[in-house]
């Protein structure tokens, strides 16, 4: 399964926007926090967690989805609400706190939900992934052919949530793709001090569903085993286990000293960027000219500089509105 | 001046381990991100260098799992330290805390010991959302067989860790974000204290007066123990003697200080960051009026973190947490003055 040029146009599109969203956004939070770092200050208080570098496992899965499909995100949720269509205004908002916000300010980055485009994630590792079952089993019962994505980080595959969420899924053959994106970090502890196998998607097979295993944050690699999972998913054969080795360039959360990483770790995911990566297939392949990927970025920059200036142009919520929206 | 040294409380607590590790070769730490990290809020730093990986074990992401694991170290002998990184993601792991950890004592009629310590953090106030900022003090003292702890400053901190390492029941040590004197969050100097050098166990249930006064007690733990001074310090300029208590731990519970101090200035005022309902706030208040009603001069008030998730936007969680001038109101409203 190869991408067409429009598809590779529109991954190179939501992997320009997340990236160039993600750039800005790690300036913006430091806005208020110099010369001394407070993380309840600035314009973006609170825990930030990028996903810069990890943007295939976005681009390259939602590329396969409908507005119809649910995706289940982690605490670094923007590449994928981005990919899934989540309304980049009211989510920059939501960010800053702002009463335009998808929940008015009371969520923040790590709980971005927006039913319109059923997108959700959690601050709360692996919380995702019973989620995605049960949208998968409202789609049986309605009789409907969408599906879900539950993406969860390689630390979360050690979490009980997601194994009771595999064998339910299996066990009833739901129409869920359950995505790690093995950045190889949970927060300072290595995936090898975490997890005793090398390759989550082996799990699979615990379950007697197929895994995948996407090397070196290919997002032609993730593109197509992506579309295999989603086309199963949809056909109702049952979910698929994918792990996409993928990069973290940021720490844990902005702030992070990131001690714990090898020094020249991050120069060197950088140097194989997926983005570059893509741009170089798309220009050799004659899917794009550069001029048509200027274009494509440019657009997209657009879209993010007029975000975050709504985002800041935006009034916050009164202190009062707190106390709503606790029930339906 | 070593017996003037003043600590933060993260550093008071990695001491308090360190000494009993270096004293009781069965005690040992683990959780996410204590070893290299040192703890997300600094309670093991410096630990994995002295004690290494065996004695100071970072573990998957697998509450239920590890904390598990700590019961069945526990009752086999050794004295396990296992932090649960945000006190919000007892979700995940509820049941080998409250249907193991504080049960197998019981279910043993008293045959078994389950010493363990389960350090966890707690509260808000830096905007960081529903997920990462809840306080959730009574839903642990709420659980018959877990005894609780929220210390205030450094001097407690250490002193109530060393007598939580050396118990043996389990207890939940649930310490304030805000009051570990970390470099990138705000936290009150008032939390940093001269902390003696030797080991010192803080007996628990025992509350600690703060601050006498004659015309109101108010009641408070953890981080509202800081709020309850300053609103103590605003009320004094007005006139208002309030009586302050620290309680320090949530279970067991200091009634009989309290009560004692509510018979001296026959009013109440109980300030919590958890929430409001069904929680410390209302113990501390029934406890008073059970043992004798008419102690009260006027209806005791409670300040607490209304019944609503914590919001991430700044005005809305600054509406929402209890503060000095909230506190000061409260106490207003015992007086008979406006607030």
Same mark, same amino acid.
């Given at each position: 399964?190869?991408?067409?040029? !429009?598809?590779?146009?529109?991954?190179?599109?939501?992997?320009?926007?997340?990236?160039?969203?993600?750039?800005?956004?790690?300036?913006?939070?430091?806005?208020?926090?110099?010369?001394?770092?407070?993380?309840?200050?600035?314009?973006?208080?609170?825990?930030?967690?990028?996903?810069?570098?990890?943007?295939?496992?976005?681009?390259?899965?939602?590329?396969?989805?409908?507005?119809?499909?649910?995706?289940? @995100?982690?605490?670094?949720?923007?590449?994928?609400?981005?990919?899934?269509?989540?309304?980049?205004?009211r989510?920059?908002a939501e960010i800053f706190g702002k009463k335009t916000g998808l929940a008015g300010g009371?969520?923040?980055?790590?709980?971005?939900?927006?039913?319109?485009?059923?997108?959700?994630?959690?601050?709360?590792?692996?919380?995702?992934?019973?989620?995605?079952?049960?949208?998968?089993?409202?789609?049986?019962?309605?009789? /409907?052919?969408?599906?879900?994505?539950?993406?969860?980080?390689?630390?979360?595959?050690?979490?009980?949530?997601?194994?009771?969420?595999?064998?339910?899924?299996?066990?009833?053959?739901?129409?869920?793709?359950?995505?790690?994106?093995?950045?190889?970090?949970?927060?300072?502890?290595?995936? @090898?001090?975490?997890?005793?196998?090398?390759?989550?998607?082996?799990?699979?097979?615990?379950?007697?569903?197929?895994?995948?295993?996407?090397?070196?944050?290919?997002?032609?690699?993730?593109?197509?085993?992506?579309?295999?999972?989603?086309?199963?998913?949809?056909?109702?054969?049952?979910?698929?286990?994918?792990?996409?080795?993928?990069? /973290?360039?940021?720490?844990?959360?902005?702030?992070?000293?990131?001690?714990?990483?090898?020094?020249?770790?991050? @120069?060197?995911?950088?140097?194989?960027?997926?983005?570059? /990566?893509?741009?170089?297939?798309?220009?050799?392949?004659?899917?794009?000219? /550069?001029? !048509?990927?200027?274009?494509?970025?440019?657009?997209?920059?657009?879209?993010?500089?007029?975000?975050?200036?709504?985002?800041?142009?935006?009034?916050?919520?009164?202190?009062?509105? @707190?106390?709503?929206?606790?029930?339906? | 001046?070593?017996?003037?040294?003043?600590?933060?409380?993260?550093?008071?607590?990695?001491?308090?381990?360190?000494?009993?590790?270096?004293? #009781?070769?069965?005690?040992?730490?683990?959780?996410? +991100?204590?070893?290299?990290?040192?703890? $997300?809020?600094?309670? =093991?730093?410096?630990?994995?260098?002295?004690?290494?990986?065996?004695?100071?074990? +970072? =573990?998957?992401?697998?509450?239920?799992?590890?904390?598990?694991?700590?019961?069945?170290?526990?009752?086999?002998?050794?004295?396990?330290?296992?932090?649960?990184?945000?006190?919000?993601?007892?979700?995940?792991?509820?049941?080998?805390?409250?249907?193991?950890?504080?049960?197998? $004592?019981?279910?043993?009629?008293?045959?078994?010991?389950?010493?363990?310590?389960?350090?966890?953090? =707690?509260?808000?106030?830096?905007?960081?959302?529903?997920?990462?900022?809840?306080?959730?003090?009574?839903?642990?003292?709420?659980?018959?067989?877990?005894?609780?702890?929220?210390?205030?400053?450094?001097?407690?901190?250490?002193?109530?860790?060393?007598?939580?390492?050396?118990? #043996?029941?389990?207890?939940?040590?649930?310490?304030?974000?805000?009051?570990?004197?970390?470099?990138?969050?705000?936290?009150?100097?008032?939390?940093?204290?001269?902390?003696?050098?030797?080991?010192?166990?803080?007996?628990?249930?025992?509350?600690?007066?703060?601050?006498?006064?004659?015309?109101?007690? $108010?009641?408070?733990?953890?981080?509202?123990?800081?709020?309850?001074?300053?609103?103590?310090?605003?009320?004094?300029? #007005?006139?208002?003697?309030?009586?302050?208590?620290?309680?320090?731990?949530?279970?067991?519970?200091?009634?009989? =200080?309290?009560?004692?101090?509510?018979?001296?200035?026959?009013?109440?005022?109980?300030?919590?960051?958890?929430?409001?309902?069904?929680?410390?706030?209302?113990?501390?208040?029934?406890?008073?009026?059970?043992?004798?009603?008419?102690?009260?001069?006027?209806?005791?008030?409670?300040?607490?973190?209304? +019944?609503?998730?914590?919001?991430?936007?700044?005005?809305?969680?600054?509406?929402?947490?209890?503060?000095?001038?909230?506190?000061?109101?409260?106490?207003?409203?015992?007086?008979?003055?406006?607030?």
């Open positions: 399964m190869t991408p067409g040029k !429009d598809q590779l146009i529109w991954m190179y599109d939501k992997m320009v926007e997340a990236r160039y969203y993600e750039d800005s956004l790690a300036a913006i939070y430091m806005e208020g926090k110099t010369p001394k770092f407070d993380i309840g200050s600035g314009p973006v208080p609170g825990e930030m967690h990028l996903a810069a570098g990890q943007e295939p496992c976005a681009a390259g899965v939602c590329v396969h989805l409908r507005a119809d499909d649910t995706v289940t @995100a982690t605490h670094r949720p923007h590449h994928a609400a981005i990919a899934k269509g989540v309304d980049l205004n989510m920059t009371r969520g923040g980055h790590m709980h971005l939900l927006d039913p319109a485009v059923n997108f959700a994630c959690s601050g709360i590792i692996a919380q995702g992934t019973g989620p995605a079952v049960g949208a998968a089993l409202a789609a049986r019962l309605q009789g /409907r052919d969408s599906v879900a994505v539950s993406y969860v980080g390689d630390g979360a595959a050690n979490q009980g949530a997601f194994h009771e969420a595999l064998n339910l899924a299996a066990l009833w053959k739901l129409g869920v793709v359950f995505v790690i994106e093995d950045n190889a970090w949970g927060i300072s502890v290595p995936k @090898a001090k975490s997890t005793a196998v090398r390759d989550n998607a082996v799990r699979a097979a615990a379950y007697g569903i197929p895994g995948v295993h996407v090397a070196d944050n290919d997002t032609l690699e993730v593109f197509k085993a992506a579309g295999e999972a989603v086309a199963r998913a949809r056909r109702g054969d049952g979910p698929t286990l994918i792990e996409i080795e993928t990069y /973290r360039y940021y720490g844990h959360f902005q702030g992070d000293p990131e001690l714990y990483r090898p020094a020249g770790e991050v @120069a060197a995911l950088k140097a194989k960027d997926p983005i570059d /990566r893509l741009t170089k297939h798309m220009l050799e392949s004659g899917a794009a000219t /550069r001029a !048509d990927l200027d274009a494509v970025a440019a657009k997209a920059r657009q879209r993010v500089d007029a975000a975050i200036k709504f985002a800041r142009d935006s009034d916050y919520p009164a202190p009062e509105e @707190a106390l709503e929206h606790v029930f339906a | 001046m070593k017996s003037n040294r003043e600590l933060t409380v993260s550093r008071a607590m990695a001491e308090a381990i360190a000494q009993e590790m270096r004293t #009781d070769p069965s005690v040992f730490v683990m959780g996410e +991100d204590i070893g290299t990290y040192g703890g $997300i809020f600094g309670a =093991t730093a410096g630990l994995l260098d002295e004690f290494g990986e065996e004695r100071v074990r +970072d =573990t998957p992401i697998s509450e239920t799992g590890f904390i598990g694991a700590a019961v069945g170290a526990a009752m086999a002998g050794m004295r396990p330290i296992a932090e649960l990184m945000f006190v919000d993601f007892y979700g995940v792991c509820m049941d080998s805390i409250s249907n193991l950890a504080a049960k197998n $004592i019981y279910f043993s009629g008293g045959n078994c010991k389950v010493p363990m310590v389960l350090m966890t953090a =707690t509260g808000g106030g830096y905007n960081d959302a529903g997920q990462h900022s809840q306080a959730l003090h009574a839903t642990f003292a709420h659980l018959p067989g877990l005894k609780v702890v929220a210390p205030s400053n450094a001097y407690d901190a250490k002193g109530l860790m060393i007598s939580a390492i050396r118990d #043996d029941s389990p207890v939940i040590y649930m310490f304030h974000k805000g009051l570990q004197g970390l470099a990138w969050m705000n936290w009150p100097q008032s939390a940093a204290a001269i902390v003696p050098e030797d080991a010192y166990a803080i007996p628990f249930g025992e509350a600690k007066v703060l601050r006498e006064g004659r015309d109101v007690t $108010i009641v408070a733990i953890s981080m509202m123990v800081h709020r309850a001074m300053e609103a103590a310090e605003a009320l004094a300029a #007005d006139g208002i003697d309030a009586e302050v208590i620290d309680l320090r731990t949530l279970v067991p519970l200091d009634r009989k =200080t309290v009560v004692e101090s509510v018979r001296k200035t026959g009013r109440l005022v109980v300030v919590d960051e958890d929430y409001s309902s069904y929680g410390l706030t209302a113990e501390v208040i029934a406890s008073v009026v059970e043992t004798d009603i008419s102690l009260l001069k006027a209806a005791p008030r409670r300040v607490a973190y209304p +019944d609503i998730p914590i919001p991430y936007s700044r005005p809305m969680e600054d509406f929402a947490l209890p503060n000095a001038d909230k506190i000061g109101a409260a106490v207003r409203q015992t007086l008979g003055k406006a607030a």
